[in-house]
Nanobody
Framework: QGQLVESGGGLVQPGGSLTLACAAS????????IAWFCQAPGKEREGISC????????QYVDSVKGRFTISRDNAKNTAYLQMNDLKSEDTAMYYC???????????WGQGTQVTVSS
């Protein structure tokens, strides 16, 4: 059975950077679109970025455009989210999924917590 495992979160100061990873097991990530979602406390989970199977046109919501970069390494069966110039409002649990904009419930991993605070 396929599984996604997110990692790389942590505590970082405003303006700092983190790189999140989304590792797939049990299936080939290259056959799917990959998307990152975040869920802040008290808010709904929302999509923030996605990248197609061909990885040619990544998409971002306005709030992260210019600061976050999504990528994929099909050889490692892993996707990434490079997060720069982090802001307090980026504090959330981050998840990856194989479907966007309507995430597939069976693809959710445990998520990785990002906390931006001084």
């Amino acid at each position: 059975q396929g599984q996604l495992v997110e990692s790389g979160g942590g505590l970082v100061q405003p303006g700092g950077s983190l790189t999140l990873a989304c590792a797939a097991s049990g299936f080939r990530l290259e056959t799917y679109t990959i998307a990152w979602f975040c869920q802040a406390p008290g808010k709904e989970r929302e999509g923030i970025s996605c990248i197609s199977r061909s990885a040619n046109i990544p998409q971002y919501v306005d709030s992260v455009k210019g600061r976050f970069t999504i990528s994929r390494d099909n050889a490692k069966n892993t996707a990434y989210l490079q997060m720069n110039d982090l802001k307090s409002e980026d504090t959330a649990m981050y998840y990856c999924n194989t479907h966007y904009p309507n995430p597939y419930p069976g693809s959710w991993g445990q998520g990785t917590q990002v906390t931006v605070s001084s």
